[in-house]
């Protein structure tokens, strides 16, 4: 059975820093991209950022230039370094790959850790 664990969530003061941390286990094949969502109270669940499988990255505009995405293949982990962060922010923020195991090809989604970001 597959599995994704997201680690690395907590309280943080604005202009802080977290890094999460999204590991991968079970029967699994190949994973192809990796990525990080987040859903604020009250709001829908958004793309933060995706990697591909050649490490390629993409990021929401609202991201961009504060938050790094990347991945150990080896580890079948994928990181989000977060830098600057701003109350809005704040969410719960939740792994997702696209990977082939037992069952097939079919995305896999982590239950997601807590990001606050608050003074």
């Known amino acids: 059975q597959v599995q994704l664990v997201e680690s690395g969530g907590g309280l943080v003061p604005p202009g802080g820093s977290l890094r999460l941390s999204c590991a991968a286990s079970g029967s699994i094949f190949s994973i192809y991209s990796m990525g990080w969502y987040r859903q604020a109270p009250g709001k829908q669940r958004e793309l933060v950022a995706v990697i591909s499988s050649g490490g390629r990255p993409n990021y929401a505009d609202s991201v961009k230039g504060r938050f790094t995405i990347s991945r150990d293949n080896a580890k079948k982990t994928v990181y989000l370094q977060m830098n600057s962060l701003k109350p809005e922010d704040t969410a719960v923020y939740s792994c997702?790959?696209?990977?082939?195991?037992?069952?097939?090809?079919?995305?896999?989604w982590g239950k997601g850790t807590l990001v606050t970001v608050s003074s």
């Open positions: 997702n790959a696209d990977l082939h195991g037992v069952g097939g090809r079919m995305p896999y």
